[in-house]
């Protein structure tokens, strides 16, 4: 798992595992104090990065490609920018302004006027103006296959001038400004000459603090744009990435201090890290060391059977014992879930529908199991639940270098098997394959991080929104599960329309996802 660099589910789809401190989610965020002070400290110095595994590189940084080198090690926000940044520790915080300066919205927000920062070059020295935002969105109405973490699809996007877009929906979409402003724009003048959904963008051009310098299997580095409009906030004059083949090999380097700023999972990491200098620092200095920010869930794809079927999903989960996933795949730097709410805790307290608060054993519920699979059918042979003749089984797949997904991967199915089921772990060993297949529909089920943002309707869109899926075989934007419930659609588009009533909604949503057969289960905190 992933710590982002810049940046009631009973039956669900979706199933929460634990409050995740790591993420992969392609939106920028802002950084945070990691790694080791020297890395900062001098401008001299190059920063050397490692947020995820990968390697061998591949000279592939699009923002919208879940599969490219950039996305994959969360690299984007340092060469391409965003319209605005939010702090989604403190979403009370007003969003930090970037290629926008200010925002506004129609009284019925189905309307987004924003005003772009003037002077703004790309790294090639063209200019940048309100026209490069309205190509953006309507590049990602009109691109199918785009990575764009649910951003929504506008009517229409124009430029009535050239520091002021106009992006027109077709409903409310008040609890969109985080996805909509953590939108990556491109140029036109690149974009407008390639077809998007397969342009692997080698030699990125964008108006972030800094760009390609050079590249490698191997590990590439960024150097200074000097072009960028904030030059002088620029205190590093380069930043390496070097390419690792797994979470465990970064271990060495990091306590040395070759590598300054790391986001990848590290067990033990006062014995390993923070006791090798004083100059080590983690965002706590004790467990669980860093922020929750996102969801850990298991991903179901609910067009495979017996994953289908919504009593097996809620048997699945209350099979998990979530503790042990904490306890042993995360080292304790992840909470485990514990309402089937889902929701990221404590900072989405005041959402939490009371009857939902504590209905998730930590420890798993194997008498739910029973009773769950008996109502549906199911009875044991030769000590497996069978149906028709056919047993609950289905694979888990999660990339080898992610060492505490793949843990987690193997823990669940050893409990699951001994509880009856059939469950094997597809073990990939190149994280952007593993990517790939998720985002095309093509797996049973995936231990995988949730969106982030200020509210759930965030983490809720990306899950069950099925405007933002795809048919098998085609990349989806969210939903990578192809679940899809109308009446679960409602309640999220009701849920955008009123973000700002902060009671009420949660409810709705989880309870219209068809009496709680989303396609995934909460596992954990990260």
Known sequence: MKHTFMKGLAAAAVVTVALGACSSSGSPSSSSSGGSSSGSSSNAKTLVIDDTPLSPMTQTFSPYLSTSTGYVVQAVALYNEPLMIFNTLNPQQKPYMELATGYSWSADGKTLTLHTRPNVQWNDGKPFSAADV???????????????????????????????????????????????????????????????????????????PFMLDKFSPQGFTLKQNPHYWNKAAVKVQEISYPAYTANFNIVNPLAAGEIDYAGNFIPDVEKVYLSKSPTNHTWYTKAPYATANNVVSLFFNVHKA???????????????????????????????????????????????????????????????????????????????????????????????????YYTGAQLIAHQLNALGFDVTVDGISDPSVWAGNLTNGKFDSAIHWSNQGPTPYQIYDNWLDFELSAPIGQAAAGDLGRYHSPDAQSALNEFAARVFSRRGSVSEVRDQASGRDESGEPLAGA
Do not use: C
């Open 306 to 404: 017996p994953l289908n079927d919504p009593a097996v999903r809620k048997a699945v989960s209350f099979g998990i014992n979530r503790q042990q996933l904490s306890t042993q795949a995360e080292t304790g730097y992840e909470l485990p879930i514990t309402s089937t709410s889902g929701l990221l805790l404590p900072s989405a307290n005041s959402f939490m529908d009371p009857a939902l608060a504590n209905n998730l054993p930590a420890g798993g519920d194997p008498s739910t199991v029973s009773k769950t699979l008996t109502a549906d059918g199911y009875t044991k042979v030769n000590g497996k639940w069978t149906k028709d003749g056919h047993k609950i089984s289905f694979s888990i797949s999660d990339p080898i270098p992610y060492s505490d």
């Open 134 to 208: 309205a190509f953006t969105f309507n590049m990602i109405k009109h691109s199918k296959g785009l990575t764009t973490d649910g951003t929504p699809v506008p009517v229409s996007a124009t430029a009535p001038d050239a520091n002021t877009a106009v992006l027109k929906f077709d409903q409310p979409e008040f609890a969109n400004l985080f996805l909509i402003g953590h939108t990556f724009i491109v140029p036109e003048h690149i974009w407008s000459k390639v077809t998007p959904a397969t342009f692997t963008d080698p030699n990125p051009v964008g108006t972030g």
